[in-house]
């Protein structure tokens, strides 16, 4: 079988050796090596990377010519002995599979985390067995032709995002629709009720469906927002329908790293490393997740986002001790605020701990949840997030030898 592969990312690196191993002669076409996608209709077979758009003039062509369109996603759906707990939603997916995964690990179950996060799932393949689970977080481009939904989906906060790979916001949630709409009757839905998006999704499942919300989790949990209680309640639900225990997993568990990850408190100073928000709206979540007293430190390289919203939550939180707005962003964010002590940008993530290290005290809560990309001083999210994780365990090392 002539096969081609659209698109070389970390997504179908690892179903090339499968597709080679079965006997396939394998192509692999990207358009970032300066590959054009012509003449497809000469391959009997696609798997598209989900960068690379389903409805493409090129792959409706294929298509038309009789050549099969699949991908990734699909292809392990068909393969798969084992049950499927399958996560999408525009927030959330990341903390809710890993959960999940940690609560059915602890129950015992052999379980294997996969999708846009954990080992690919071609790599998985092998182990797997009929009394396997497998978690996967799905977004919106893996889903859009899926022909299978999972045995378990789970449908979190859907509002509208990748408007720049869609056609539209209709053509988003009806991708996402997908997740739901192939369950048979013995299959399970978890679906957020307080969505209007979610709900629409949740109706047209055609499996058993179980309609949550974090307005009733009042569980002890170490994870902060009220977006994270949607997470937990969405997982929740997932493991009363497995069957298994989840009150230890959901006190003990710290969350994703970047992902509001509680650091460490220094004399009494509370960091949390939340450097994977970089639109104002995760940070706007960030920001109402504490109680306590905030030092904010916000800005980063640009995304063209509007910040008018941000600014205001800002302005009117009463519990915002200061902001230090950081990078190429700073300024236009703080042209926003009023009524909030401004401090002095950093331009070092040492300097900017430092800073706001300073000008904390007992009980307070330093806070990194820029907003924005991270490029004009890191190399993306993660090591702006690292590095801010650094300097404190430095600080910390710092004030334990000063005692």
Same mark, same amino acid.
């Given at each position: 079988m002539k096969t081609a592969i659209l698109g070389w990312g970390v997504d179908t690196q690892d179903v090339e050796p499968y597709l080679r191993k079965r006997g396939d002669e394998v192509t692999v076409l990207d358009e970032k090596n300066g590959d054009k996608f012509a003449n497809l209709q000469r391959f009997d077979l696609i798997i598209r990377s989900p960068g690379v758009?389903?409805?493409?003039?090129?792959?409706? %062509?294929? %298509?038309?010519?009789?050549?099969?369109?699949?991908?990734? #996603?699909?292809?392990?759906?068909d393969l798969c002995p084992c049950p499927i707990i399958g996560i999408t939603g525009t927030k959330g997916k990341g903390t809710t599979a890993t959960l999940i995964y940690e609560i059915l690990k602890a129950a015992g179950k052999k379980v294997y985390l996969g999708g846009n996060i954990g080992t690919g799932v071609f790599n998985l393949l092998e182990n797997l067995t009929k009394d396997s689970w497998v978690i996967l977080e799905l977004s919106s481009f893996q889903l859009i032709d899926l022909t299978k939904s999972p045995h378990i989906a789970v449908v979190l906060i859907v509002t509208s995002e990748h408007l720049n790979w869609h056609k539209n916001t209709k053509e988003y949630i009806d991708a996402k629709r997908n997740i739901v709409s192939h369950q048979k009757p013995d299959?399970?839905?978890?679906?957020?009720?307080?969505?209007?998006?979610?709900? =629409?999704?949740?109706?047209?499942?055609?499996? %058993? =469906? #179980?309609?949550?919300? $974090?307005?009733?989790?009042?569980?002890?949990?170490?994870?902060?927002? %009220?977006?994270?209680?949607?997470?937990?309640?969405?997982?929740?639900?997932?493991?009363?329908? =497995? $069957?298994?225990?989840y009150e230890e997993v959901v006190k003990d568990f710290r969350g994703l790293e970047h992902r509001l990850e509680e650091v460490a408190t220094i004399n009494g100073v509370a960091f949390f490393n939340d450097s994977f928000s970089t639109v104002p709206e995760t940070t706007i979540a960030a920001i109402k997740s504490f109680v306590e007293p905030e030092i904010l430190i916000v800005g980063g390289s640009s995304k063209n986002s509007d910040f008018t919203q941000l600014g205001t939550v800002i302005s009117r939180t009463p519990n915002i001790k200061a902001v230090m707005p950081i990078g190429v962003e700073g300024e236009r964010i703080k042209k926003l605020l009023s009524g909030v002590k401004i401090l002095p940008a950093g331009k070092t993530m040492a300097e900017i701990v430092k800073i706001a290290y300073n000008n904390a005290v007992s009980g307070d809560v330093v806070l990194l949840s820029p907003a924005c990309a991270s490029f004009d001083m890191f190399k993306n999210y993660k090591h702006r997030g690292k590095q801010f994780k650094h300097e404190i365990q430095n600080l910390k090392v710092k004030s334990q030898k000063s005692k």
């Open positions: 758009y389903r409805f493409r003039p090129e792959i409706l %062509q294929a %298509q038309k010519a009789g050549v099969e369109i699949s991908s990734k #996603t699909k292809l392990f759906f299959d399970f839905a978890v679906v957020n009720r307080d969505y209007p998006n979610s709900v =629409v999704i949740g109706k047209a499942a055609t499996g %058993q =469906v #179980t309609w949550v919300s $974090g307005k009733d989790i009042n569980l002890s949990t170490r994870l902060r927002g %009220q977006h994270n209680k949607e997470n937990i309640a969405a997982a929740v639900a997932v493991a009363k329908i =497995v $069957g298994v225990a």
